[in-house]
C-alpha cells in the first residue's frame, strides 16, 4: 500500500472540503492514523481488517502500511520528518534506542498495564521511569519442527539461511538457543545486553555445538543453505512450502520458530521443545527464547494512545484473531487472549503461557541494531568456514562492534541495552 504524507494528506483533505462548499469546512476532517507495520500478505490482510473494524465509534480511521524492510522505511520517515503515529517493530534494542532519544511516547497508564514481560519493560528516560511498547503479537521460538515418523536420535537438519536484506537471522536464533540451554537465564542476559565478551568460552561453545550439531556438509550443501530462504523453496501458486517440504537433499528436522506453522499447517509436519536436541543442560529445560511484535507511539495524537490501548486489548485481540486465516492466527502474550483451538497452535499457547518456567526474549532484537547486523553477517561467514581459527577471528570482531557501542561513558554513549530480558510466563 502506497502512503500519502500525513500534511499532504490533510492539505487534500481541507481542499476537497472546500471544493465541495460543505457545511463545517471551516475545519479540515483528521486524517486517518498511519500504522507502520511488518506484516504482509495474509497477515497483513488480517491486521488491517481488524484495523478496519476498530474504526468503530472513534470518529477517527486508519490507514496501515505493512512491509518486509521496517527499519530501513521507518529510518527514512523519521528523517523526513514524517513519522508513522504507531509503529510495530520486533526488536527491542531499536525501541529502546528511540525511547532514549525521545521519539517514542510514553504509553498510557491503562495499556501500560499489559506491557508483559520479557516483551516489554520500563525505561528509565530522563530521570522517569515508564512503559514506552506494549507486545501485540508474540512468537516461541526454541522449538524444532519435523516430519512424521522421524527419529529424534539421528536427526538430518534442514537449514535455509536466506531472509533478502536480514539474512543470518535462522542462524543467530541456533545459537541464541544453544547458549540459553547450556549457560542458563542469568549468562544469556548478560551477553544478550553486552555485558559479556564474545569471546567467553560459553559464547565460543554455542557456536561450535551449532557446527557440530548441523554434521559435515559438501560445499555444494552450505552454498545451497547461504542462498535458500528460511521458508522453502515455492509450491504451487507461490505459496512458500518449508524447509520440510521442498524437493532437495532429504531432511528430517528444522530449527524454527512458532511462526512457520503457517507453512506447516495440515501437512503432518511435528513440533517439540528445541531443548533435547542442544547438548544443554537439565536445569535450563525449562527456559524458552521467544520474540515479539511490539507496538509504540511516535505521535503526540491522543487516538494514536487510544489506537494501541484497543489493539492491545482483548476486544482487539479477539478481533485480529477472527479475522485472521487459520495458519496465519497471532499468537499472544498472555493467557488472556482468545484461546486456540489447533493442536499445533495449543502446545505453542500453552508453553507461552503456562509451560514454561521461564521466558527470554530474543537476544538479536535486543542488541543494538550495529551489533545485531554484525551478528547476522558473521553467522553467514561461520557457516560457510566453521574452522576454529575464523571463529575466533569473527568473535573478535563482534566483541569489537560491541565494545563500540556500549564501553563508552553513558554521556557519549549511542546505545544502552535494555535491562531484564527473562521473565516467568504471565510476568
Known sequence: MSRVPRRLLRTLLTAACLLALAPGCGTSAPAPLVVLGPWTGAEGDAFEAALERLDDGTGRTYTYEGTSSLRETLVSQLEAGDPPDVAILNSMGELTEYARRGRLRPLAE???????????QTLL?????????????????????????????DPAWCVGLASQATSGWPGTDWIEDILLHQAGPALYTEWA????????PAVHRAWTTW??????????????????????????????RGLLGSPGPACTHEHQSAFIRYVY???????EPSAPFLEGRAEYRGAYE???????????DPAAQELVERLSNPHGRALWRAKADPAVRPL??????????????????????????TLCFDASDAMPPELRDAFHRAVLEFFRDPA????????????????????????????????????????
Open 332 to 357: 499472544f502474550p498472555s493467557s488472556t487472549g482468545p484461546t486456540p483451538t489447533n493442536p499445533t497452535e495449543r502446545t505453542i499457547d500453552t508453553l507461552l503461557t503456562s509451560g514454561a518456567r
Open 388 to 427: 576454529e581459527q575464523h571463529l575466533d577471528s569473527l568473535l573478535r570482531q563482534l566483541e569489537t562492534v560491541r565494545a563500540q557501542v556500549t564501553d563508552q561513558s553513558p554521556a557519549d554513549r549511542s546505545f544502552r541495552p535494555p535491562e531484564d530480558l527473562c521473565a516467568s510466563p504471565g510476568g
Open 211 to 240: 557446527s557440530r550439531l548441523l554434521g559435515k556438509r559438501s560445499p555444494a550443501s552450505v552454498e545451497r543453505s547461504l542462498t535458500t530462504s528460511y521458508e522453502g523453496t515455492a509450491g504451487p501458486h507461490g505459496r512458500p
Open 193 to 200: 545486553t553486552s555485558r559479556l565478551s564474545w569471546r567467553d
Open 110 to 120: 491503562e495499556t501500560a498495564e499489559r506491557a508483559s514481560p520479557p516483551w516489554a
Open 265 to 271: 499447517a495440515g501437512t503432518g509436519i511435528g513440533v
Open 125 to 153: 528516560v530522563d530521570g522517569r521511569r515508564r512503559t514506552y511498547w506494549v507486545p501485540l503479537k508474540v512468537d516461541l521460538k526454541s522449538l524444532v519442527w519435523s516430519r512424521k515418523g522421524a527419529s529424534d536420535d
Open 290 to 300: 521467544v520474540s515479539g511484535d511490539m507496538a509504540a507511539v511516535f505521535s503526540d
